[in-house]
């Protein structure tokens, strides 16, 4: 079966660091780009980062750069969101998802079941 | 960067309806835009990719349509298990911007 798991997510005081994961499996890792989604309390979707599948490229928001930092280990099928100086806008619920293929437009076609994110003091 | 632009916010409607969500890129996005279905304390799901096609096992009464930048979700007689939240995003480039949302309700 394919799956993403996330995992890492927990309360942290604004300024402070927190690395949240996201395990893949029933599917050939290494082939996709992998991103993180977030959606803070009631609000909308917002795309965060992404990674290509050898890892060489990435992509971030604005709202992130120079602040997260997106990495993956491909021998371990997982990717990583290191996520440092956070501040209260940042809580949120952390998606992980697969980018598709060129065939199927690039949709995000497989989801995690996220991991919540809360900066707070 | 592209703007999503989604309308309307929310939308109340009856079991058996037929709804049209509308999404608008600020510029060309080919047809790069897909559609997604969040529920209540899940994730989303993919329905439909590439303005158009829907995704396998996605129930036929959903369809998306394309003219120009302006992209249209439709879902032609509403099932109690349609209501829900619907996203459109861009997948032309980064960064892969999500429109607002509609909220389904009934």
């Known amino acids: 079966e394919v799956q993403l798991l996330e995992s890492g997510g927990g309360l942290v005081q604004p300024g402070g660091s927190l690395r949240i994961s996201c395990a893949a499996s029933?599917?050939?890792?290494?082939?996709?780009?992998m991103s993180w989604v977030r959606q803070a309390p009631g609000k909308g979707l917002e795309w965060v980062s992404a990674i290509s599948g050898g890892g060489g490229s990435t992509y971030y928001a604005d709202s992130v750069k120079g602040r997260f930092t997106i990495s993956r280990d491909n021998s371990k099928n997982t990717v990583y969101l290191q996520m440092n100086s956070l501040r209260a806008e940042d809580t949120a619920v952390y998606y992980c998802?697969?980018?598709?293929?060129?065939?199927?437009?690039?949709?995000?076609?497989?989801w995690g079941q996220g991991t919540m994110v809360t900066v707070s003091s | 960067d592209i703007q999503m632009t989604q309308s309307p916010s929310s939308l109340s409607a009856s079991v058996g309806d037929r709804v049209t969500i509308t999404c608008r890129a600020s510029?060309?996005?080919?047809?790069?835009l897909n559609w997604y279905q969040q529920k209540p304390g899940k994730a989303p799901k993919l329905l439909i990719y590439a303005a158009s096609s829907l995704l396998s096992g996605v129930p036929s009464r959903f369809s998306g349509s394309a003219s120009g930048t302006d992209f249209t979700l439709t879902i032609s007689s509403l099932q109690p298990e349609d209501f829900a939240t619907y996203y459109c995003?861009?997948?032309?480039?980064?960064?892969?911007?999500f429109g607002q949302g509609t909220k389904l309700e009934i």
């Open positions: 029933g599917f050939t890792f290494s082939n996709y780009v």
């Open positions: 998802a697969r980018r598709s293929s060129a065939e199927t437009g690039y949709a995000f076609d497989i």
């Open positions: 995003q861009q997948s032309y480039s980064s960064p892969y911007t």
């Open positions: 510029q060309s996005i080919s047809r790069y």
